[in-house]
């Protein structure tokens, strides 16, 4: 037996997480040497820094900020992390309070924060979540990867991903269908005449906005419409990049009599932009996920409405359910979207 496999947790469903002591005896050293080490203090060699460090690593060894004070009998915190796009955005603010009720019943506090669909900021914060030893995390992916999360699901951390569907890893999704969804906005404008639908997208390597393209482009497919002349914008991400894309496609030789927005915060540009031009009567315009206030405006924004809150809650039923021992095998949750028309989806071509 090697000396790493000495000290290495055994082999397990759920491995332990590894301690300091762990590490200490990897490494050679005492444990208030390694303490020194992971602490930064000075008076420490460079040598033994660098066996430590060796240690820490071969053993995915993450120190606890607050052993001394959080730390229960049953190993358990009372604390959640949970990581969407921006909690300005108002469907994560919608899906964050329903994970924060869920928590409050049970007297568990809800750490938030905003990854802005930026992947280092994903890993960071998982990172700086898990060292402050969250029982689970609720997250929405944007890096390519979720391979990072294998040694902590191994040592039975629960992880529920909402929203968007990782890679690399298997566990729980709670999620929204979004080709079926944005497949309802599109056979909805065709059934009003519409065969010009503009389709204004986010950012392609985001999971959720390819299904919803995809959706897009396949009910084009069925009903027969060239999808080669059907003009598609991706990498829009807020509502001034959506507001001046629409304005370029308008003032085109072949402006479009309709327009598929597949994000929120894409489709408030897009409306903005319709108004600019004198045109929110003329071109018709469904949006994917409701917006504050669209039933007043004129005409009221047909949208495809996600349903965020019953999203949190089936996240949290399901990191609630992994810590109260369920181990079932991972599964994919899909929430149904509901069409909501207001007018602006029901306009026929000129």
Known sequence: ???????????????????????????????????????????????????????????????????????????????????????????????????????????????????????????LMVD????????????????????????????????????????????????????????????????????????????????????RRRGFLDELGRAGVATSDIPVIDGLHDEETARTALLALLDSAAPPTAVFSSQNLVTIGAVRALRERGLQHRVAIVGFDDIPLADLLEPGITVVAQNPQRIGELAAERIFARLDGDESPAHNFAVPTQLITRGSGEITPS
């Open 1 to 123: 037996m090697t000396s790493l496999s000495k000290h290495l947790p055994e082999p397990h469903h759920t491995q332990p997480r590894p301690t300091m002591k762990h590490v200490a005896a990897l490494a050679g050293v005492g444990i208030k040497t390694v303490s020194r080490v992971i602490n930064g203090e000075p008076n420490v060699s460079e040598a033994t820094i660098e066996r430590v460090m060796t240690a820490a690593t071969s053993l995915n060894y993450q120190p606890d900020l607050h052993a001394g004070n959080l730390r229960r009998a049953d190993g358990r915190t009372k604390t959640l992390g949970l990581l969407v796009g921006s909690v300005a955005n108002p469907f994560s603010g919608a899906l964050h309070r329903a994970v924060e009720e869920a928590a409050l019943a049970r007297g568990i506090a809800v750490f938030a924060s905003s990854l802005d669909d930026d992947p280092e900021r994903e890993e």
């Open 128 to 211: 700086a979540f898990l060292r402050r030893r969250v029982d689970g995390l609720i997250l929405t992916t944007v890096s390519r990867s979720q391979a990072y999360l294998l040694p902590e699901l191994r040592r039975g951390t629960p992880v529920v991903f909402v929203d968007r569907e990782p890679a690399g890893v298997e566990a729980d999704v709670v999620a929204s269908d979004g080709a079926a969804g944005a497949a309802t906005a599109t056979r909805h404008l065709l059934e009003y005449g519409h065969r010009r639908i503009a389709y204004l997208g986010d950012r392609v390597d985001i999971q959720s906005a390819k299904e």
